[in-house]
């Protein structure tokens, strides 16, 4: 492998028909190279059908618990989602719970091996693990998800770490330093697991505005080592036509680096 390696994901697969289109265009026109995704979502099972016919694209699991949909139904886990199984948004209470609530905390192990079982079930390759709105920076859920991904061929995890650099410029500096202590813990508990981790990610400060210039912004300036842009491209949105464009596909070229999904990392993979 060269010295940088990038990995562009839409997160949010399957999320609706509007995500999955774009995910299907950014991979066969564009530069897309990975998604993440949802399993309890509306268009899943859609989405899934369009991964089994793009062969490149690399898909993770989007673990959802927060601000989405349960796979197991609601009587099974009350105390995490309502009647319509619909995770709520309170992550800061949620974290407190999981934390004093053994009730709690046995739910929610079961909703992670749910996930788990159901995106193992789409026969698809697990590339990667991430949680959405980056929940898995919870050391108890991080946790659960290396001891349950671990049964299914967990190998991948994504660290939520933007470089100073770039999110301070974009307003974000605030909350990267609050964060660089759990970031700098989940980190090690990866590699202590021989779990494979991205040295930077883009996509964090500037998350849902990630236009053509600012792609470019950062693929020529694009840092050493392993680096994950991530996105939430949908049909008509800004973030598709920058995946697309042909600007960023010669800059991403010009940049030298290879590029794939988590997967390929070390086997000199370049699309």
Not at 1 to 12: E, H, N, P, Q, V
Not at 154 to 166: G, I
Not at 178 to 184: G, K, M, Q, R
Request: aromatic content about 8%; hydrophobic content about 45%; glycine content about 8%.
């Amino acid at each position: 492998m060269s010295g940088r390696f990038l990995i562009i994901t839409a997160d949010d697969f399957g999320l609706s028909d509007a995500v999955n289109e774009a995910v299907r265009q950014a991979t066969l026109g564009g530069i897309l190279t990975a998604a993440s995704l949802m399993m309890g979502e509306p268009a899943t099972r859609a989405a899934v059908r369009i991964a089994e016919v793009l062969p490149r694209l690399r898909v993770g699991l989007h673990l959802v618990l927060v601000d989405g949909h349960s796979v197991l139904p609601p009587r099974r886990i009350p105390d995490l989602v309502d009647a319509n199984g619909r995770f709520s948004n309170a992550m800061v209470l949620n974290s407190f719970r999981f934390v004093t609530s053994k009730r709690v905390r046995a739910q929610l192990a079961a909703e992670i091996r749910a996930q788990f079982e159901a995106f193992a079930a789409t026969g698809l390759t697990l590339d990667h693990v991430n949680a959405h709105k980056h929940f898995h920076l919870h050391p108890l859920i991080l946790e659960l998800v290396l001891r349950i991904g671990g049964e299914f061929g967990l190998s991948a995890v994504r660290v939520p770490k933007e470089p100073f650099w770039y999110c301070g410029l974009q307003g974000g500096a605030t909350s990267a330093a609050f964060l660089a202590p759990w970031l700098a813990l989940m980190r090690v508990r990866l590699r202590a697991r021989r779990v494979r981790v991205n040295d930077q990610v883009f996509g964090l400060s500037a998350t849902g505005w990630l236009d053509t210039l600012h792609l470019l912004d950062i693929v020529t300036r694009l840092p050493p080592g392993v680096t994950e842009i991530y996105l939430h491209p949908s049909v008509g949105n800004e973030e598709l036509v920058a995946l697309v464009d042909p600007k960023v596909r010669a800059a991403v070229a010009a940049s030298g680096a290879e590029y794939g999904g988590y997967r390929d990392l070390g086997t000199g993979t370049t699309k």
